[in-house]
């Protein structure tokens, strides 16, 4: 079965870190690209970052460009974001999922069921 879980998540205040895990199971984590999702109450899900099969190559939403690092470990098939410097309007359910490249959500095929992230002193 495929099955994406994510980790890390809670309550931070503004400019604190944070570092989400994605753990994958019951497929070969590198056929697949990773991209994290967030969706804000009220707000359509947007990507925030992707990383290809051998993490030889990133993309940032310009929203995180310079806070956010995504990269990968395929030898023990989990995905990571540090989320750096983090604003209040980062806070967001964030998702990770496995398909191909780039950050739209039409991209990918599985889906994690999601972790909170909540910026606020």
């Known amino acids: 079965q495929l099955q994406l879980v994510e980790s890390g998540g809670g309550l931070v205040q503004p400019g604190g870190s944070l570092r989400l895990s994605c753990a994958v199971s019951?497929?070969?984590?590198?056929?697949?690209?990773i991209g994290w999702f967030r969706q804000a109450p009220g707000k359509e899900r947007e990507g925030v970052s992707c990383?290809?099969?051998?993490?030889?190559?990133?993309t940032y939403a310009d929203s995180v460009k310079g806070r956010f690092t995504i990269s990968r470990d395929n030898a023990k098939n989990t995905v990571y974001m540090q989320m750096n410097s983090l604003k209040p309007e980062d806070t967001a359910v964030y998702y990770c999922a496995a398909g191909s490249y780039g950050l739209g959500s039409q991209l990918y095929e599985y889906w994690g069921q999601g972790i909170q992230v909540t910026v606020s002193s």
């Open positions: 990383i290809n099969w051998s993490g030889g190559r990133t």
């Open positions: 019951g497929f070969t984590l590198g056929y697949y690209a």
